[in-house]
């Protein structure tokens, strides 16, 4: 099916083990981007990606790590997972058309740091 | 330094009527500004949006208004139904090689009783 997809829905972790969040989309959007959603605080931007190999970090990016080696791929790690790091984890894409500009969700990954 | 400020918080609305729903941002440079509504366990999709050349654009019984000197835009929801009961994000936008990064707010959880 066409889309972006987010594996897994959900996650137990335990503090200070590696985690990789995966995000894969369909449609061959150049532009990909890592939210993560708390209460209070809304939408976050960590990293972004404009494509293949290039990649940039957003609001929140420490204690967090992206890489991109084809542009349907875009995951997420966390290095040694800290309390703080619970939260809803959405990937999102938008296609590179200036006139096309919507963003395009996943389903998110609720992760939580035991 | 939160670019895009939201308000209210929690908005609760009976059925039929209105709900509005305040975003303000700093940065003069964002050329769009979208509205995403998230619905309990989904990603975010988009509602509605406007660019900063028109006051107004109407969709259905959704319209954002927008006040570019006052740096203001608001969504409202003309009869608002148990159904539109979600979690609502503003955003504002700069286009950055040929795609654009969104910056969302805080995000408003508004519910509509029957």
């Known amino acids: 099916d066409a889309g972006i997809t987010q594996s897994p829905r959900y996650k137990i972790t335990e503090t200070g083990r590696q985690v990789t969040l995966m995000c894969h989309q369909t449609?061959?959007?150049?532009?990909m981007f890592w939210y993560r959603q708390d209460l209070g605080h809304g939408l976050r931007l960590i990293y972004y990606?404009?494509?293949?190999?290039?990649?940039d970090k957003g609001e929140v990016p420490d204690g967090y790590v992206v890489s991109r080696s084809k542009t349907e791929n875009f995951p997420l790690t966390l290095e040694s997972a800290t309390r703080s790091q619970t939260s809803v984890y959405f990937c999102?894409?938008?296609?590179?058309?200036?006139?096309?500009?919507?963003?395009?969700f996943g389903q998110g990954t609720r992760l939580t740091v035991v | 330094q939160q670019q895009v400020k939201q308000s209210p918080q929690s908005l609760i609305v009976q059925k039929g009527g209105i709900s509005i729903i305040n975003c303000a941002y700093e940065?003069?440079?964002?050329?769009?500004f979208p509205w995403y509504q998230q619905f309990p366990g989904k990603g975010p999709a988009l509602l509605i949006a406007?660019?900063?050349?028109?006051s107004e654009k109407k969709e259905g019984r959704f319209t954002i208004s927008f006040n570019k000197s006052a740096k203001q835009f608001s969504l409202h929801i003309m009869d608002s139904q148990p159904g539109d009961s979600a979690t609502y994000f503003c955003?504002?936008?700069?286009?950055?090689?040929?795609?654009?990064?969104?910056?969302f707010g805080r995000g408003t959880s508004l519910i509509v009783h029957p």
């Open positions: 999102a894409s938008t296609p590179p058309d200036r006139g096309r500009t919507e963003a395009f």
């Open positions: 449609w061959s959007h150049s532009y």
């Open positions: 990606s404009a494509a293949a190999d290039i990649t």
């Open positions: 940065n003069t440079a964002f050329d769009y």
């Open positions: 406007i660019r900063p050349d028109v």
């Open positions: 955003a504002a936008s700069l286009a950055s090689g040929g795609s654009y990064i969104p910056t």
